[in-house]
């Protein structure tokens, strides 16, 4: 029953921070709303982007906690041959599903309203590269150190990681905006 009541706080107390996250970074979207019209193809491309985020960091997190949980990857020595090649596929997939995402949106967008506005593929790659930088790193950071204290990675890290890519790819995507 004890592991019941550990898991229970860990999964409840994990949702109520995605929800709230959620909120923060919807808050950000509206905030940015008036920008964001201007930009042609835009709302094609945020939820592809959205959902990519959470789902390559989820699955980085959960092959890192496998990893941990089995033994193959050892809690002491996080940098290892495993960890740098889930970081490699973490990588080249967000940048080669960032390049199929901005050319959808751009078909999409020349398509249905005429109009050719091939920097979207740009900000796309861009806003996932920017995003790739804070993720990735604190995703792997987050799996160890919960690991290490005793916290199952696979009850906190996929709610979180969805959640803190929501944020961060909405704030990569306004300064991918901003600079292209």
């Not at 409840?12 to 905030?31: D, E, H, N, P, R």
């Not at 050319?103 to 593929?121: R, W």
Request: aromatic share 10%.
């Amino acid at each position: 029953m004890q592991i019941f009541a550990k898991d229970f706080k860990e999964i409840f107390s994990t949702q109520l921070i995605s929800i709230t996250g959620g909120l923060i970074a919807g808050y950000f979207l509206a905030v940015a709303l008036d920008k964001i019209y201007l930009i042609p193809g835009f709302f094609i491309l945020l939820p592809g982007l959205l959902d990519m985020r959470g789902n390559v960091s989820g699955s980085l997190a959960a092959r890192l906690s496998a990893g941990l949980h089995l033994g193959v990857i050892k809690s002491r020595k996080p940098i290892n041959r495993i960890t740098v090649e889930n970081i490699k596929v973490a990588i080249l997939l967000t940048l080669i599903t960032s390049l199929l995402l901005g050319s959808v949106a751009y078909l999409a967008n020349y398509v249905f309203s005429g109009v050719d506005y091939p920097k979207i593929i740009l900000i796309s790659i861009f806003a996932a590269v920017l995003s790739n930088i804070i993720e990735i790193p604190m995703t792997v950071f987050l799996t160890f150190w919960l690991f290490k204290r005793g916290f199952d990675p696979n009850n906190i890290m996929g709610p979180y990681v969805t959640t803190s890519g929501d944020i961060v790819t909405i704030l990569s995507l306004l300064a991918a905006v901003a600079v292209i």
